[in-house]
């Protein structure tokens, strides 16, 4: 099932999203998109990809629009209010399936803002980052301030936005699961199924060593 939402932030702000559901899920997850002012959407190659698989696999995927983006109303906050944003679309996502484990995650600007939202909702919903914008501009909080938590950050190793050094030594210093694709560089091109198999691992899902090791197209 595919199902166009509206997810309401505060008192002025709704913004677009999409709920993808399979027939029975057993968990769920909500998708943080690219830098809105560099053409991010949640209709994203990369999301296509990562949606479809999960779907596959038995979860549910809520993506957005972040505010100014699309059909979504309000205007870009360089990275601030975005943060409620991403709070509205997790609490849309409990209010919808209660009993089912969440995750958050994202890609880039919205890896970076999701992990935000993270530290200061203190939450301990699994977190996936992919290219997490650390080491530059985002404000992103200290790792050894987060609270325990299973949270999973994938970077290629040749990727030229973010330094994949910083995303190393971040999930080092985070406790983290630690994923560096040998010859990706920021927008993972060929490299997406196998960036969907970590995303569906990161959220606690079985998925063969195998079968990561294959996904490569």
Not at 3 to 14: C, K, L, N
Not at 185 to 214: N, S
């Amino acid at each position: 099932m595919t199902e166009s939402v509206r997810i309401r932030v505060g008192a002025s702000v709704d913004l677009e999203a999409r709920w993808d559901v399979p027939e029975a899920p057993d968990r769920s997850i909500v998708l943080c998109h690219p830098h809105p002012l560099h053409r991010g959407t949640m209709r994203v190659p990369l999301f296509e990809e990562v949606t479809a698989s999960l779907l596959e696999r038995g979860v549910a995927v809520l993506r957005f629009n972040f505010r100014g983006v699309g059909r979504s109303s309000g205007s870009h906050d360089g990275g601030i209010a975005e943060i409620d944003d991403v709070a509205a679309a997790v609490g849309y996502a409990e209010d919808a399936f209660p009993d089912l484990p969440l995750g958050v995650g994202g890609w880039s600007f919205g890896a970076g803002i999701a992990l935000r939202w993270h530290a200061r909702d203190r939450s301990q919903h699994n977190y996936i980052g992919i290219a997490p914008g650390v080491g530059g501009s985002q404000r992103i909080p200290e790792a050894e301030s987060l609270l325990p938590g299973q949270r999973t950050f994938i970077i290629g190793d040749r990727d030229q936005l973010v330094p994949p050094d910083a995303v190393i030594d971040y999930a080092t210093r985070a406790q983290a699961t630690l994923h560096v694709l040998k010859g990706s560089d920021h927008f993972f091109y060929f490299r997406e199924r196998k960036v969907a198999c970590l995303v569906a691992a990161g959220l606690g899902l079985d998925v063969p060593a195998e079968e990561i090791a294959l996904a490569c197209q």
